[in-house]
């Protein structure tokens, strides 16, 4: 990997890169994961971790006996391992001489404007400190409508949030293969992929480990999002020996997912990944020429329907009329039933929703 001094770099380490074979928290592979890092560290780059574990760490010292499936039980065993999760990244990195940090993440800290600006804010700080973030879903109190639900997924919108230069996926498997290797004997190592499109995932279906949550192709899934913001993603597997030392000098096999174009602003990623649509605004030709074409506002009269309760701020879905394609989202500065009278008025200049605050979509 081609990294500069201070390079951000987000490694995302899973359940299966921590655990022994009954499903424990391994101290000997946090110990391996976070000697990496520390040596990372060295070398001038800046680490956020997000790390699984909680649940492998705490369920044993709750009396069961083995890994447990009820939503209770799960949240009942991170709520305790939690806890001993983050003293065996302090002990390791204290032992460097690196402060950690934990933040306990929901899909509500990425759709709030405002929590998602808070996140941003205590991740710089922890990183400019020197700190090492350590991020995990917060499992203990997330039900199913708030939860991002794998850590693929976070470490990719979490790499994206901090604007990283390289995300490294580590996992039980060497990258991406043409089918599933350990039930295909043709199938192929994919060394770089360049797009990630239907046939890519399908490839993916059915790898990945039986005690994590995310499998290939949540991964694959992870990348795309991490790309499209402008973040390289690199999957490799924790059992190769120094296999993050490794993701970055090159010498380690894996499956790369390079960037083909600048990565978004802060605003623009809340815009497009992560903000909940209020309601649909359906323009006209001349409307969606001015957004998409000519990059500029979009003004009321070009507005020939609107659907939802939105007020004055809400984020909101827009489309060509008729086809009803979708051209992208953005604040709307005025409610439903303001914009539709503007809409009417002949003549009308008032912004609907400025540029700064649109994303293509597309």
């Known amino acids: 990997m081609q990294l500069t001094t201070n390079s951000l770099i987000v490694i995302k380490v899973g359940t299966s890169s921590l655990t022994d074979r009954g499903g424990e928290l391994s101290p000997d592979k946090v110990a391996g994961i976070s000697r990496q890092i520390c040596r990372v560290k060295e070398r001038g780059h800046r680490v956020v971790l997000v790390s699984s574990g909680a649940i492998a760490a705490g369920f044993r010292s709750l009396g069961f006996s083995s890994r447990p499936t009820t939503i209770a039980d799960k949240q009942a065993s991170a709520a305790v391992g939690q806890g001993l999760l983050m003293e065996e990244y302090n002990k390791c990195f204290s032992a460097c001489g690196i402060a950690c940090g934990q933040l306990l993440l929901t899909r509500d800290d990425f759709a709030d404007k405002r929590r998602f600006q808070n996140a941003f804010a205590a991740l710089q700080v922890l990183l400019e400190r020197g700190a090492v973030p350590i991020i995990n879903e917060n499992d203990t109190v997330a039900v199913d409508e708030l939860k991002i639900g794998d850590n693929d997924t976070l470490s990719a919108q979490v790499a994206a949030m901090v604007h990283a230069d390289l995300l490294i996926l580590l996992t039980d498997i060497d990258g991406l293969y043409t089918a599933n290797p350990n039930r295909d004997r043709n199938a192929r190592h994919i ?18 480990s ?3 949550t995310g499998g290939m192709q949540t991964k694959l899934r992870g990348a795309a999002l991490a790309t499209e913001a402008g973040v390289e993603v690199f999957i490799c597997s924790s059992a190769e020996k120094d296999s993050i030392l490794g993701a970055l000098d090159g010498t380690v096999r894996g499956t790369r997912f390079p960037v083909h174009h600048h ?10 990944f992560y903000a909940a649509s209020r309601g649909n605004l359906y323009v006209d030709e001349g409307a969606a020429e001015a957004l998409t074409v000519k990059k500029k506002s979009l003004l009321p009269p070009g507005i020939v329907a609107a659907e939802g309760d939105f007020a004055a701020g809400d984020v909101v879905s827009v489309f060509l009329r008729g086809t009803h394609t979708y051209l992208g989202r953005g604040i709307v500065n005025f409610s439903r039933d303001e914009l539709m ?18 994303i293509e979509i597309g």
Not at 192 to 208: C, F, M, N, P, Y
Not at 341 to 358: F, M, Q, S, T, V
């Open 210 to 212: 039986s005690v994590g």
């Open 191 to 208: 060394d770089v992929v360049e797009q990630i499109d239907e046939k890519v995932l399908s490839a993916a279906a059915g790898a990945g």
């Open 341 to 358: 009278r503007l809409a009417a008025a002949p003549g009308a200049h008032e912004e609907a929703i400025n540029r700064d605050n649109w």
């Open 263 to 272: 990565g978004m602003k802060t605003k623009q990623q809340w815009l497009a």
